[in-house]
């Protein structure tokens, strides 16, 4: 039965669909000689495939299709009150891709997009010269990677070592690449930089095995960051979200005890912290998305346009999760969101 099952849906990017305008850029070439199997179909713009209406998103996640396309406009966001800024005063982020390989039930892009096709743009000078114009009046501090994991995407879209080879021509950029991939040869190639920042995302064996689908397990992410360390790689950890459950804090304790133990604190350049929320628009996607999922149809209390475990429950949290990880690490090291600040 499960072989029938997989052989109801084509396998991931089986189809790219390429805007025309962009048939020939040469990162489109680069991408497509890397699925030298997939069928190759020609679309006027990418939202003619990604926004049509009736998309099922947990049907195409089991299959998704690749789009190559243009952006035009809006290359960098000023950062979002429900991310972390830690403590830079210019934070932006980008979208370079839209969507995720993973499938985790708590992600937002579940509840921001109707359709899990990938959505990749392929003019990245564009988003650079944007940088540019902008690191003329202050510093930059980018996040690349908050509407996918780009490292996932590393050996088929060579985007990483692009923007790690543009931020170190600029002095003025940092940026950071958030991820859950524990594939270390998608970076064995890169050269560290002073202002690239490598930061995964960590949580509780008995969260990534049951809500995390299709991601890297604990110990290999781990394996992955320790690699990245020698190489000489700044990397950042992240405990956020923190999936609350009765036994939250022994799960919490026992994945900060296993990351360092095996990774040397002292070269860890610091910790982000935050329990889960999202905004009441996605939520009430994701709970349509996944009716039977524990952590969308979870009670959160509603404040200022975001739903989150309410500020006592999440100050519990926030404090005991503080005090785990300071154990390993100093307090000024760990960085703290909570509705509270939002």
């Known amino acids: ?131 540019e114009k902008i690191l003329q009046n202050h510093p930059v501090y980018l996040c690349l990677s908050y509407d996918t994991d780009l490292l996932a995407l590393e050996q088929k879209l060579g985007f990483v070592q692009e923007w790690t080879s543009f931020a170190e021509r600029h002095s003025g950029l940092t940026i950071e690449v958030r991820t859950k991939s524990s594939n270390f040869k998608a970076i064995e190639n890169l050269k560290p930089s002073e202002n690239v920042i490598l930061a995964w995302t960590l949580s509780p064996e008995t969260v990534q095995k049951s809500f995390e689908h299709n991601t890297p397990p604990l110990r290999q992410r781990i394996t992955c960051i320790k690699k990245a360390i020698d190489k000489g790689f700044r990397v950042r950890i992240c405990f956020d979200p923190i999936i609350y459950s009765k036994d939250w804090l022994s799960s919490f304790n026992e994945l900060v005890d296993i990351t360092f133990t095996r990774i040397p604190a002292d070269r860890v350049i610091d910790v982000g912290l935050g329990v889960f929320r999202i905004s009441r628009d996605y939520l009430k996607r994701m709970r349509k998305n996944r009716p039977d999922s524990a952590i969308t149809q979870y009670p959160y209390e509603y404040d200022n346009g975001v739903y989150h475990y309410g500020r006592k429950l999440s100050d519990s949290i926030i404090s005991s999760a503080c005090g785990i990880i300071s154990k390993y690490m100093p307090y000024e090291k760990i960085y703290i969101w909570k509705e509270a600040e939002g």
């Open 1 to 131: 039965m499960k072989s029938l099952k997989r052989d109801l849906y084509n396998r991931a990017f089986s189809h790219i669909y390429v805007e025309r305008d962009i048939i020939n850029h040469p990162n489109t070439v680069k991408i497509l000689s890397r699925f030298p199997k997939s069928g190759i179909i020609e679309i006027n713009h990418y939202k003619d495939v990604f926004s049509r209406s009736n998309q099922s998103f947990s049907m195409q996640k089991k299959s998704p299709s690749l789009i190559l396309a243009k952006k035009n406009d809006n290359f960098l966001y000023k950062g979002a009150p429900v991310c972390q800024d830690f403590g830079n005063n210019h934070f932006y982020y980008t979208t370079l891709v839209m969507n995720c390989i993973y499938d985790c039930e708590y992600c937002f892009l579940q509840g921001m997009y109707s359709s899990a096709n990938i959505v990749v743009f392929v003019n990245i000078e564009d988003y650079f010269e944007q940088v």
